[in-house]
């Protein structure tokens, strides 16, 4: 007689229980719903912790999963779950999930796990075998109809270029890293819709440059990294990453504690709509920059402040990225505004480029405004 283990018994207790709906009847389901799904870790953001509104914290991570149906589709999975180590998403496993519930967001269609619901990774099911078979014996390479939110482009000029370099960004699913979330738009969208805000939270992705970082204010040497506290928190295992003082004590721990370097920088962004100041902070300060904060304070206190700044001088302009920029109601002095942030951030994955497109509005336009001496490089950028 064959013996299971207790955890194998009750893997397959759970695999028996699933009811699997392919992504594309989903589309078709009276909004919202709950439905069982399974299908290919396509692409996964990084897990993020944030504070709810009742002052819980919370932890999420974003997956793009898709099937043989040809359909791709976001889900969010919160807690324990998120904060799995990526390894566990990276080379697009085959995921089965019981009470996804779907609902309408930004456009589009967006699947969030239920706190009763069930995650299994590569379970041995028909569907997760038949999902597997289609992705490896061609499904990788399909063009996939992404439901969760519209398709988008946007152009880009290089001003540090001889030639004018218009980009055009398309969005569509990677191939297996991370993903940045957020409604793409251009950079004037993304002021716009800030500056419409008036209570809920929303998060938004534009594809720019680094045109600046703030090194003084007043002619005040701004700092461009703290020292914080690796504490973990209690709860979430999360560090603490509050101010230490010079001896690296932290006044919400209350203790000495060991620190670590944080860039905290004030970074211009600029796309061909147009530029905005936004908040940086670490680690999206890290791919901004191409260097880490500890590289950046071991810089400054060898080299010096000039050799710092003449470094990330070098990095404007340098390098197309995806932002991701979170914008909140806020209160200042009595004065209701919108407070924007850069929680994330990474360079570009160019799968194509230097493809010319004279047949795009956009270029068409450019030809006809701009001098015909010009020289313009149209590249198509599928991030």
Request: aromatic share 8%; charged share 25%.
């Amino acid at each position: 007689m064959r013996l299971y283990s207790t955890r194998s018994m009750e893997l397959q207790t759970m695999e028996r229980s699933f009811s699997v709906v392919e992504l594309r009847s989903v589309k078709g389901k009276t909004l919202p719903c709950s439905v069982d799904v399974c299908g290919i870790v396509k692409d996964y953001d990084k897990s993020f912790a944030f504070t709810s509104k009742d002052g819980k914290d919370l932890v999420k991570r974003t997956l793009t999963l898709a099937d043989d149906s040809g359909i791709s589709m976001q889900v969010t999975i919160w807690g324990d779950r998120a904060k799995k180590e990526d390894s566990e998403f990276e080379g697009n496993p085959v995921v089965a999930m019981k009470g996804v519930s779907v609902k309408e967001w930004q456009g589009g269609l967006s699947g969030s796990l239920m706190e009763g619901g069930s995650l299994a990774f590569n379970p041995d099911m028909p569907e997760a075998h038949k999902v597997k078979s289609w992705w490896t014996q061609g499904g990788h390479a399909q063009s996939l109809t992404f439901i969760s939110q519209a398709r988008h482009f946007e152009a880009v000029w290089h001003p540090a270029s001889d030639e004018h370099a218009l980009v055009i960004a398309l969005q569509t699913s990677g191939g297996g890293g991370a993903r940045i979330a957020g409604k793409l738009m251009d950079v004037l969208e993304m002021k716009q819709k800030s500056e419409q805000l008036v209570n809920e939270q929303e998060m938004y992705s534009a594809y720019c440059r680094l045109s600046s970082v703030q090194l003084r204010k007043r002619d005040e040497i701004q700092p461009l990294y703290y020292n914080a506290c690796l504490e973990p928190k209690e709860g979430n295992g999360l560090p603490c990453n509050r101010r230490v003082d010079e001896a690296n004590f932290c006044a919400v721990c209350n203790k000495t504690v060991k620190a670590a370097p944080r860039l905290n920088l004030r970074c211009r962004f600029e796309d061909a709509t147009g530029n905005f100041w936004v908040t940086t902070f670490h680690p999206a300060a890290e791919k901004v920059l191409g260097m880490t904060a500890q590289e950046v304070a071991d810089i400054e206190k060898s080299e010096g402040r000039e050799v710092v700044e003449a470094k990330l001088k070098s990095c404007y302009y340098a390098q197309i990225l995806q932002v991701q920029l979170r914008a909140k109601p806020d209160n200042y002095n009595g004065e209701q505004r919108t407070n924007v942030s850069c929680p994330s951030a990474q360079p570009i994955n160019r799968r194509e480029h230097a493809r010319f497109m004279p047949h795009t509005k956009l270029c068409r336009r450019q030809l006809q405004e701009g001098d015909a001496n010009d020289k313009i490089s149209l590249i198509v950028v599928l991030a």
